[in-house]
């Protein structure tokens, strides 16, 4: 539609309507300037009919205002505002080519349903570069304005034919400069597809708001469609819950390093997501030059011509696209995937000194290497470690014939036959190549600050050494290796916290969607085909008791005390593998009201790199773990709390994670497999070729003490030497104290382990046999409940608990007497 050129709104002449929609419209035109002087601009004006709309006319006023003050190269400037005619107007930056949405439209249209991954990745990037600027502006005292864009879509977001990308319509903008212009609480503007989560409960919204919609467009560019559609109620409940899929379960072929950045920037909690635009745009940096090192902005650029050409000849204009880009093109339509990715050159391994060691026979009896984190320099590749030579997947039949060529200083140990029991020895801080010493942070500063500073003091270095275990003279082998509370840790960061701000003084039932059952742990552990990996959790607060502080969530709730935060995450590096996400729930136990929480496995990570490396397994052996204490055991809050008294591990393979083949049944691939080792029970695990474990802490400053794992080849058929009586009895007590404390705690499955243990080191020992009862009850397995309850009356009729007991058999309807087997 063509207006009448002679028509002005004072020095801008309107050319060509653009767009008409909501309450204002928007045209091509020129400024007209002295001598003949013509600038082309973008005019957007308030209909008519909305002029005396004095909350629109007050959000049209709010954007000039805002939009003015902004001057970046990824937001569409605005040059002037006024009145002309009873008619409100901008007079803004004219950018040469389609919006966003536009853009993804007609490449649908074209079979190009998803953007290839650098494009996409780059308009993102570009987005948070304008997004970042606009947050931090301030006036003219410095003091910050706190803009925040809240309406960030596809259609707010230009492409222009050289390939820039700006972001327009700042006008539901909130910034402190507008003190009238503040959101009703219940309120909420924009387009409700992109609402986050706190903007869609109507909630105080800042930069994070914008990270949220950001995250969400690139989704979008990704997926080729939006992670929830349907009607407004529909969407904003899903959207707030995080109840929706990730972008590698609707494109299998997306980076799960890209998948991660994404659904962090899309995270429920906002304190979880990327803190600022540019924290956002960094991580997408550091994907995108290394994933596509060829990447250039003309791509986009020669896209938005391709795509739009025909609009461009109905104009009279033909843009040049070269015909290596219409190739590029085509194979993104024909593959729906970006052109191959040409592979990184594997770094060249220097020299280094081998040290001779016998051969290592690959038998049950192999004693495992230990490899612990050093101090020395850093590693640029950790994954790889000095196998420079692995450069691709093609090279992985050469594996066996290369499997020598493993690092100098990683020590395969054969069996010694010593009767000495010389464990690892670990560097002492003065050593050399042992810890930087460094003085201790105040005691007085909260302990994620004092983490904080020693985090500064010391920075991590990533490299790992390898030092040599002898194994212990105990049938048929065993080797026992030491963990140091302040190196061996699996440090989890404070952006894991899922439930923040909780009050210590009620008690909390936590509880999660995983079709596992949390502590229930079968006879043997051996890696199996899953969609979702174990959520572990750590509870932060002054009054958690230490057996308690970590665990796995599971279906039965469990009843946690004294708790301020609770961190939720699992173990590993991100996969290239669809994980599900899982809801996890938290209730005060005396009120209705729940809290959810949805759990995505990729952003939610602790390394477990900094745990101790027990290499040499046999996936055919069966293992038998156990830990124990060294000296008064091991302190994770200092010595004003009690000791800890478990630690987690993860399958660690032979081959590097980007060679190993994906073993897949019934469409599931086989994760890694993860577990907590406690004191008190043993561990059997099998079908692993080593194992990383470590201490689950949040800060490592206050550590003290080191713990024992023990491992060695498990045989059925191994005779047990009867144990002296009194020792039976002892650890018999032992077992049963430790069971009531985790049954008071909420964890029923563990409770009852220990009791049978307890019943096995002394058969019908009193209080097991009752704790046996009621765990089995609280388990739903009634008839072993009833037969211990039978047990422990005919066998102590005159017991101070055998009233208690009585009283439960009558309660399950049992009415035989007690005499009755």
């Not at 503040?182 to 909420?188: I, M």
């Not at 020992?765 to 739903?780: E, F, K, Y």
Request: glycine fraction near 8%.
């Amino acid at each position: 539609m063509t207006h009448d050129p002679h028509e002005h709104l004072g020095r801008y002449e309107l050319l060509t309507q653009l767009g008409r929609g909501g309450m204002a419209e928007t045209w091509r035109a020129r400024l007209v300037g002295a001598a003949g002087v013509t600038k082309p601009v973008l005019i957007k004006k308030v209909l008519p009919e909305f002029a005396n709309d004095e909350a629109f006319v007050s959000m049209f006023i709010s954007e000039a205002r805002i939009s003015a003050t902004l001057s970046h190269g990824n937001i569409a400037q605005v040059f002037d505002f006024g009145r002309m005619d009873g008619q409100y107007f901008l007079a803004m930056e004219l950018v040469d080519g389609q919006p966003l949405h536009r853009l993804l439209r007609r490449a649908a249209k074209t079979g190009l349903p998803q953007m290839p991954i650098p494009l996409a990745t780059y308009i993102a990037l570009e987005m948070c570069r304008g997004l970042h600027y606009a947050h931090t502006r301030t006036d003219e005292k410095g003091a910050p304005l706190h803009i925040v864009h809240r309406d960030i879509s596809p259609d707010n977001v230009l492409i222009s034919y050289e390939g820039q990308v700006k972001i327009v319509d700042f006008g539901i903008a909130k910034a402190r400069m507008l003190r009238n212009f503040n959101t009703e609480p219940g309120v909420v503007r924009g387009k409700y597809l992109y609402f986050s989560p706190e903007q869609a409960r109507g909630r105080e919204v800042d930069a994070r708001t914008d990270v949220w919609a950001t995250g969400l467009v690139l989704y979008e560019m990704l997926c080729g469609q939006l992670p929830v559609t349907g009607t407004q109620a529909a969407v904003m409940s899903r959207m707030v819950h995080g109840e929706f899929s990730s972008p590698r379960e609707v494109r299998k072929e997306l980076p799960s390093a890209l998948n991660e950045i994404v659904m962090r920037a899309l995270s429920v909690d906002a304190s979880i997501r990327y803190e600022s635009a540019n924290a956002f745009g960094d991580a997408l940096a550091s994907f995108l030059y290394p994933f596509a090192p060829r990447f250039s902005t003309m791509n986009l650029a020669y896209l938005v011509r391709e795509l739009f050409k025909p609009d461009l000849l109905q104009e009279g204009r033909e843009l040049t696209v070269p015909p290596s880009f219409l190739e590029e093109l085509a194979a993104w339509r024909g593959t729906d995937a970006p052109p191959p990715r040409p592979h990184a050159r594997p770094p060249t391994p220097g020299p280094a000194p081998v040290s001779k060691v016998s051969s290592p026979r690959r038998g049950a009896h192999n004693a495992p290497t230990v490899r612990t984190p050093s101090v020395a320099g850093p590693s640029k590749f950790p994954k790889w470690g000095r196998l420079g030579l692995v450069a691709g997947t093609g090279l992985l039949a050469l594996w066996g014939t290369l499997h020598w060529l493993r690092p100098a200083r990683e020590l395969e140990v054969a069996d010694v036959p010593s009767h000495s029991s010389r464990l690892a020895h670990y560097p002492e801080p003065g050593d050399a190549g042992g810890t930087v010493s460094r003085s201790a942070p105040d005691a007085s500063t909260p302990r994620a600050a004092q983490q904080e500073a020693l985090d500064a003091s010391s920075p991590d270095t990533g490299s790992e050494d390898s030092v040599e275990s002898e194994p212990v003279p105990e049938y048929p082998a065993a080797t026992a290796f030491r963990l140091d509370s302040r190196r061996h840790v699996l440090r989890v960061p404070l952006d894991l916290v899922a439930f923040p701000r909780l009050d210590s003084t009620v008690t909390y039932r936590l509880w999660g969607s995983s079709p596992s059952d949390g502590f229930a742990h079968p006879a043997v552990l051996e890696p199996a085909p899953r969609r979702e990996p174990p959520v572990f959790f750590l509870l932060s607060g002054e009054a958690v008791r230490p057996e308690v502080r970590e665990g796995v969530v599971g279906r039965r709730p469990i009843s946690i005390e004294g708790v301020r935060a609770v961190a939720l995450f699992t173990l590993g590096e991100p996969t290239q593998d669809d994980l599900a996400y899982q809801s996890v729930y938290l209730k005060q136990e005396d009120a209705a009201v729940e809290q959810r929480f949805t759990f995505h496995p990729e952003p939610m990570r602790v390394s477990a790199s900094k745990g101790l490396l027990i290499r040499g397994l046999d996936a055919r052996q069966t293992y038998t773990l156990s830990l124990n204490p060294v000296g008064e055991g091991v302190f994770l809050r200092g010595r004003a709390y009690a000791p800890m008294s478990q630690v987690a591990c993860i399958e660690w393979s032979e081959l590097p994670s980007t060679l190993e083949p994906v073993r897949k049944v019934d469409g599931y691939a086989e994760q890694p497999l993860q577990f907590l080792l406690p004191e008190w029970r043993e561990v059997r695990v099998r079908g692993i070729q080593g194992l990383r474990c470590g201490f689950i802490d949040d800060a490592v400053f206050d550590n003290e003490g080191e713990a024992e794992v023990r491992i060695s080849p498990w045989d059925p058929k191994r005779p047990k030497a009867p144990p002296v009586e009194d020792a039976r009895v002892g650890e018999a007590t032992r077992l049963a104290t430790q069971g009531q404390r985790l049954a008071r705690a909420g964890q029923f499955y563990d409770a009852f382990l220990l009791a049978e243990d307890c019943l096995s080191t002394v058969p019908e020992q009193p209080d097991c046999l009752v704790l046996s009862g009621v765990m089995q009850a609280r388990l739903g397995r009634m008839d072993g409940a009833l037969e211990r309850y039978r047990t422990f009356l005919r066998r102590y009729p005159s017991h101070p608990k055998a009233a208690t007991v009585k009283e439960l058999l009558s309660g399950h309807g049992q009415t035989r007497p007690a005499s009755t087997p």
